[in-house]
T-cell receptor, first 113, second 113 residues
Framework: TQLLEQSPQFLSIQEGENLTVYCNSSSVFSSLQWYRQEPGEGPVLLVTVVTGGEVKKLKRLTFQFGDARKDSSLHITAAQPGDTGLYLCAGRAGGTSYGKLTFGQGTILTVHP | NAGVTQTPKFQVLKTGQSMTLQCAQDMNHEYMSWYRQDPGMGLRLIHYSVGAGITDQGEVPNGYNVSRSTTEDFPLRLLSAAPSQTSVYFC????????????FGSGTRLTVV
């Protein structure tokens, strides 16, 4: 079983601060995805990173895939109250298990005005 | 475009009862998956499918059955409900291409008493 360790589990910050969420594994993934989930709804895809070392930016969010494709990070610059939510990383296995997507435990982010 | 549709949204079962959670997608996605989400545990994969007629077990398959007779539908059957199956269940679908992200339904909140 491929496991994803996500940290921190909880993050409470003030508006305007920067933050980083980490997603680590001992396994190699063919791709790494980040989702955001609001209460009472299903997760919504933010980004997919595929190539080792890849960096993608989505406005104030920066996503990075580790060179060895075992870890990823999400960095938010100048956080806003609208960024509040549950952030989940998920790894896609390779080979015959390609359809299998494994999630980390999630990071609950609260941004205070 | 409806995306991923899950029914019912809420359900209360008595211990030992059986039921089927329905999931349908209209995006012609090859991959479909069922997850359960419990507090502090992220999303755990129950079963997944890479195409019609093909299913495989995830991390927590015990007590659940699935079948995939069509591309569109992927029902999840609870054989004999137990209180430990109280959870929020999400169905998701994806294209098979590299980097394809999953689209999630809005979830079914199940309580077993």
């Amino acid at each position: 079983t491929q496991l994803l360790e996500q940290s921190p589990q909880f993050l409470s910050i003030q508006e305007g601060e920067n933050l980083t969420v980490y997603c680590n594994s001992s396994s190699v993934f063919s791709s790494l995805q980040w989702y955001r989930q609001e209460p009472g709804e299903g997760p919504v895809l933010l980004v997919t990173v595929v190539t080792g070392g890849e960096v993608k930016k989505l406005k104030r969010l920066t996503f990075q895939f580790g060179d060895a494709r075992k870890d990823s990070s999400l960095h938010i610059t100048a956080a806003q109250p609208g960024d509040t939510g549950l952030y989940l990383c998920a790894g896609r296995a390779g080979g015959t298990s390609y359809g299998k997507l494994t999630f980390g435990q999630g990071t609950i982010l609260t941004v205070h005005p | 475009n409806a995306g991923v549709t899950q029914t019912p949204k809420f359900q209360v079962l008595k211990t030992g009862q059986s039921m089927t959670l329905q999931c349908a997608q209209d995006m012609n996605h090859e991959y479909m998956s069922w997850y359960r989400q419990d507090p502090g545990m992220g999303l755990r994969l129950i079963h997944y499918s890479v195409g019609a007629g093909i299913t495989d077990q995830g991390e927590v398959p015990n007590g659940y059955n699935v079948s995939r007779s069509t591309t569109e539908d992927f029902p999840l059957r609870l054989l004999s409900a137990a209180p430990s199956q109280t959870s929020v269940y999400f169905c998701a679908s994806s294209y098979s291409m590299e980097g394809g992200g999953y689209t999630f339904g809005s979830g079914t909140r199940l309580t077993v008493v």
